[in-house]
Each structure stands twice: as structure tokens, then as C-alpha cells.
Nanobody, 115 residues
Framework: QVQLVESGGGLVQPGGSLRLSCAASRSIFTINTMGWYRQAPGKQRELVASITSSESTNYADSVKGRFTISRDNAKNTVYLQMNSLKPEDTAVYYC?????????WGQGTQVTVSS
């Protein structure tokens, strides 16, 4: 079992930045893949970024060059640094953990990009 708690969401103007945090209830060192997904109103949940235990990263085309995923194993935390935010980034952002054979989700944190 892995409990995930997201934080750091909020309201930001276009072009601004936010850093999301995902705190896990146990060590993430051995979790193969940690990731961030988002779901906007009326749309399906989509992968934003992921990072493996070997720190290989993957990003959705829409956020490449703007978002950075990272992990701090000592703090059992995964981060998503979001820069140059656009209105279309508005969504609920969910942390995801994929230890082998399992899949866990956080409760989500709202990100709203609006002037």
C-alpha cells in the first residue's frame, strides 16, 4: 500500500510557475515509476510526466520544455516544476505510483491558470 498526498496547486497567471509535491507514505526508492497525471473538466485523465527509479523521465508533448519532474528519495517525494503555464494547463493534477503489479493515486490538487 502507498498513500500519496499532493500539494502545491493554486491559481496562477499565464506565464507563471508552480511546483507540485507528492509525498508518499513509504519509500519510493523501489517504486519503478512515479508520475503526474492531470484531468481537465470534460476531458479524460492524461499523463503529464513520469520518472523511473533510474531517473529516466518522460513528458507529454504539450509540456515538454516547460515542466520538469524530479524525485527526492530521502524525502519520499516527487515534484513537478511547472513553468510558463498556459490556460490549457488548468486541471486537477494527480500523483501516481506504480510499484510492480500495482497502481496508486493521490487525491489530486487543483491548478488554475487564468488572468
Amino acid at each position: 500500500q502507498v498513500q500519496l498526498v499532493e500539494s502545491g496547486g493554486g491559481l496562477v497567471q499565464p506565464g507563471g510557475s508552480l511546483r507540485l509535491s507528492c509525498a508518499a507514505s513509504r519509500s519510493i526508492f523501489t517504486i519503478n515509476t512515479m508520475g503526474w497525471y492531470r484531468q481537465a473538466p470534460g476531458k479524460q485523465r492524461e499523463l503529464v510526466a513520469s520518472i523511473t527509479s533510474s531517473e529516466s523521465t518522460n513528458y507529454a508533448d504539450s509540456v515538454k520544455g516547460r515542466f520538469t519532474i524530479s524525485r527526492d528519495n530521502a524525502k519520499n517525494t516527487v515534484y513537478l516544476q511547472m513553468n510558463s503555464l498556459k490556460p490549457e494547463d488548468t486541471a486537477v493534477y494527480y500523483c501516481n505510483a506504480r510499484p510492480s503489479g500495482r497502481n496508486y493515486w493521490g487525491q489530486g490538487t487543483q491548478v488554475t491558470v487564468s488572468s
